[in-house]
Every structure is written in C-alpha cells, then in structure tokens.
C-alpha cells in the first residue's frame, strides 16, 4: 500500500517540480517536508549555509551537489548523486529532493541522466518514498523535458510559480513593458543563487526579460544586458545574454567567498567587492584580485 502524505499526493515514485529558484522550490516544499513522515533528504547546489536559509538543519539530511570536496558534497554527476542516494535512504525515508538534474546533463550524456531517472525510479517505489526534482524547463531539449516528465509527472503546487507556460504567455506584452518590468523589479528577494543556463532553443525576449528579472531581484546591474531586449537577431541576443550569464555565475561564486572570509576582510573590502559584483565590473579581474587577497591572509 502506497503511503500518502496527508492528502496532498501519494508516495512512491518520482515528480518535477517546475521551478526557476531556491524561494520557489522551498516555497512550494515546505509544507511536504515539515509534514513528512519520514526521513527527509535534500541534495542541493546551495552550500550549506545558504540552504540553512531556506530550511533549519534538523529537518533534514543535507548534501551539498558541488565539485568542491567536502565531507557534505557529492559530485554533480548521475552515477555519483545515484550511488549516494542509495546509500542514504531506506525503509523509513519519506522525501527526497534532487536539484540540480540540468547540471547532470552538462557532465553527462541524455541516455546517462535518463537511466539515472530510472534507477531512482525503481529505488523508490521499492522502499516506497517520493522523489522531487526541482527543474527550470527552459533549460531542457523539448524531447528530453517530454521523456523527463513521462518518468517524473508535475508535481501540482497549491502556489505555482512562474512555469514556462507563464512565460510564453508574457511574449505578447511588448518590449517596452518589459524593459519597465526589469527596471522596476522589487528588490525585497536578494538571495544569491545560481540560476540554470538557458539554452538558445526556445530563447525569446520574454525569456530573456524574465531571466533578467530574477538577476535584477538579486541585485545585479544589467545594463549591459539590455541591449539584448531589443536586437532582433536571436542569435545576437542570446550570445549577449551567454556572456552576462557567464559573468553573472561567477559573481555570485565571489560573492560568496566574500561572505564565508569572515574577518579577513575589513567592511570596506565587504562594501567595495560587493559593489564591484553587483555591478559585474570587472568581475574575473576583481576574482583574481580577491583570491590573490584571501591567500595571503
């Protein structure tokens, strides 16, 4: 008999979770995790003090997805997040959530991602849990997204947030509302994360638009990006867009090195760092610079 979880969905078996970023999957995860059952587990690319801030550390196991070694991270390879889960879960686990499958992807081949689907598949519907899969679909092949949900249904969200549907209803409102929708973006959610890379199929303005909302909303500085929003040629736009992207990622990396060096940084190394990432000023000198800085103290 499959175990229910209270009437929201059935356990046992896997499901994606469309999501654009860590507010949206825990938004709509925190009520299956605070009233799980069982054991819970969360495989995350946030490091450990960033998820703490979307969950505390005794409602879960936590592994960090990450090239880093560490005695909490696990590569951001199928075989690898594979053979951890399975010895990581077992008779008394309820809930396991995996980000970062679009990552899988980029270390591995379609067919390698889809026989790991496949071998969670089996794992849990015989130990009888559920398995999320957090995914941003505009980061997917058409045909490998239709294979993934075929192995994963949607997972239904009492708060949805914003799906690719959403998205290309929003093709239709104009450049110019979108250029005042990134201008005018709430800054209240400043979180830092990485967001997955968007490929050139499928790549629109109002994509574009809505990814450079999430970054404005972090605090980043797109000035150089807005271009973009107006270039007709596709091709262009998403070359503009793959660099910021680029730039963009490894901000957000430094950023966090900033936040972890503690006290060997003064406030106003804090202030003058933090400025020049926001800013994606000359952000891979001032990440050589910072390096450079953080060995020698």
């Known amino acids: ?21 860590p507010t949206d999957t825990f938004r709509n995860l925190d009520k299956r995790i605070s009233e799980a059952d069982g054991g819970v587990v969360c495989y995350s690319r946030l490091p ?25 991270s696990v ?8 053979d951890h889960v399975i010895g990581n879960v077992g008779k008394n686990t309820s809930l396991v959530m995996i980000d970062g499958l679009d990552w899988f992807i980029t270390k591995a081949s379609q067919e390698e991602c889809l026989a790991f689907l496949q071998r969670m598949d089996a794992l849990s519907r015989e130990l009888d849990f559920t ?28 708060t949805a947030p914003p799906t690719a549907s959403l998205i290309l209803e929003e093709m239709d409102t104009g450049l110019r509302s979108m250029l ?33 909302l999430q970054w404005k909303r972090m605090g980043f ?12 040629n596709m091709d262009e ?47 891979r000198e001032s990440a050589d610079e910072l390096k450079l800085m953080l060995s020698s103290r």
Request: aromatic share 8%; glycine share 4%.
């Open 75 to 82: 590569r951001p390879h199928p075989s690898n997040v594979g």
């Open 131 to 158: 398995i999320v899969y957090p995914v941003d679909p505009l980061a997917f092949e058409a045909v490998f997204w239709a294979r993934l949900t075929s192995l994963a249904p949607k997972l239904s969200t009492e």
């Open 237 to 283: 736009a998403h070359r503009l867009y793959g660099d910021v992207e680029e730039t963009v990622a490894l901000a957000i990396d430094c950023m966090r090195m900033v936040v972890d060096a503690g006290d060997k940084l003064s406030v106003t190394e804090r202030e003058l760092y933090g400025y020049r990432f926001l800013s994606l000023t000359d952000v």
């Open 48 to 72: 450990m003090r960033q998820l703490l801030r979307y969950m505390p550390s005794n409602s879960a196991s936590m592994w960090w997805i990450s090239e880093h070694e560490s005695p909490q």
């Open 221 to 232: 500085d797109l000035s150089m990006l807005e271009p973009a929003l107006v270039v007709q």
């Open 180 to 212: 005042k929708e990134v201008h005018d973006a709430d800054d209240s959610d400043r979180s830092l994360s990485h967001l997955v890379k968007l490929p050139r199929m499928g790549f629109t303005h109002a994509i574009l638009a809505k990814r450079m």
């Open 1 to 21: 008999m499959r175990r229910m979880h209270r009437g929201v969905v059935p356990w046992g078996g896997m499901f994606t979770l469309e999501s654009a970023s």
